[in-house]
Structure formats: structure tokens, C-alpha cells
């Protein structure tokens, strides 16, 4: 099936700790995108990648990095440096051809720094 | 950076209900776009606006894309308890940009 998937769902970090969160697709699609989620803050934009080996910062970038080395792949890591890591992590991709604004998302991961 | 405005930010409604709402920018945009979101999953895609004045339904949902490209509405007919869930406007000016998301409408459906 086509599709993007996040791992894990669910992942427990201790305070000071990087950590790193999957999203895969196999959509063939060119852009990938990663955006937290909090209660009542709708989803805001961290880091996207509209081609391979290239990313642009989004609206609240500061203690995440990312990396996009192949096109399926573009892995978030949530730094030390970010004061508030507890969010829903969702990871998005669209295709750069046609209705390109169409993201379709991932399931997304919660992640929760102790 | 931008936000559109979404309202209502929560609605309660009996089953078989019509529902209404609605999201507001203050720039102009070529695209809007409107999302499900099921409690712990990611935003599913509903329906797709891309010209000023376009009305698009998807089954009980139906979108409009203001002729002032500055708003957009969906409308929910006969609502059932699936219906449940956050629905979030998005927009966007061009390809190139990013969408802007609205902070979501959460509905919540009374049988």
C-alpha cells in the first residue's frame, strides 16, 4: 500500500536526550514536511524539504533538525535545545507535479520527554 | 507566522444536524484545503479548492472557496457520530509556499 508511515507512535525520552523520529513514504512524492501539534494550537510548521538534500526552516525550527539524503526518507530530530519536546509530531508529503498543495499525512508520533 | 482564523472553535450538535463552519485570512489564497482529524491519527484530507467561487462536496461534506479568495466554508448535512473529530481549514498563495493551517474546529456529535 501507498503511504507514509511514522515510527514509533509512541516514544518516551528523558529530559536532555536527542531523539530522533521517523517518516517514511513511499508516494514518490518530491516535498515532505514535519509540523507539532498542541491542544488548541493547530498544527505549526517545523522543517520542509521540497527536494532531495535541501530543507527550509519553518515557523518554529529552533532545537529541531532534519535531514532529506534520500527522497522517501526525511527524519526530525528534537534536540536538547528545544525547551518544550512534548508534542504530536506529524510528518506530511505532497507531490511537487500537479495539485501540489495536496499533503497527505502521516499517523503521526506523541512524544513525551520525562 | 500567518494563521487563519477558524470558527467555530467547538461545536455540539445533535445527530442528523447540519453543521457549518468557516475559516478567515487576511491574504489572499489561490488554494484552500480541508482536513479530518481522528483523536491520535494525522489530518485526512476531505476536500480540495483550487478556484474562487468553487463549490466541491464529498459525500455529506460540501466546501466553497470564496469569491473574495479570503474565506472558505464547509457545511456538514445529517451528521452522524463518525463525524466526530477536529476539521482544520488550510490555505496557501502558490506551490512554492507552505500551507497555513487554522487551529481547527472540534466537533462533537450527540446521538
Known amino acids: 500500500d501507498g503511504g507514509i508511515t511514522q515510527s514509533p507512535k509512541y516514544l518516551f525520552r528523558k529530559e536532555g536526550q536527542n531523539v530522533t523520529l521517523s517518516c517514511e513514504q513511499n508516494l514518490n512524492h518530491d516535498a515532505m514536511y514535519w509540523y507539532r501539534q498542541d491542544p488548541g494550537q493547530g498544527l505549526r510548521l517545523i522543517y520542509y524539504s521540497q527536494i532531495v538534500n535541501d530543507f527550509q526552516k519553518g515557523d518554529i525550527a529552533e532545537g529541531y533538525s532534519v535531514s532529506r539524503e534520500k527522497k522517501e526518507s526525511f527524519p526530525l530530530t528534537v534536540t536538547s535545545a528545544q525547551k518544550n519536546p512534548t508534542a504530536f509530531y506529524l510528518c506530511?508529503?505532497?507531490?511537487?507535479?500537479?495539485?501540489?498543495?495536496?499533503?497527505?499525512f502521516g499517523p503521526g508520533t506523541r512524544l513525551t520527554v520525562l | 507566522g500567518q494563521q487563519l482564523n477558524q470558527s467555530p472553535q467547538s461545536m455540539f450538535i445533535q445527530e442528523g444536524e447540519d453543521v457549518s463552519m468557516n475559516c478567515t485570512s487576511s491574504?489572499?489564497?489561490?488554494?484552500w484545503l480541508w482536513y479530518k482529524q481522528d483523536p491520535g491519527e494525522g489530518p485526512v484530507l476531505l476536500i480540495a479548492?483550487?478556484?474562487?467561487?468553487e463549490l466541491t462536496s464529498n459525500g455529506r461534506l460540501t466546501a466553497q472557496f470564496g469569491i473574495t479568495r479570503k474565506d472558505s466554508f464547509l457545511n456538514i448535512s445529517a451528521s452522524i457520530p463518525s463525524d466526530v473529530g477536529i476539521y482544520f481549514c488550510a490555505g496557501t498563495i502558490s506551490g512554492n509556499t507552505p500551507l497555513v493551517f487554522g487551529k481547527g474546529t472540534r466537533l462533537s456529535v450527540i446521538a
Open positions: 491574504s489572499i489564497f489561490n488554494t
Open positions: 479548492l483550487y478556484k474562487a467561487g
Open positions: 506530511a508529503s505532497s507531490s511537487q507535479a500537479g495539485r501540489d498543495n495536496e499533503q497527505f
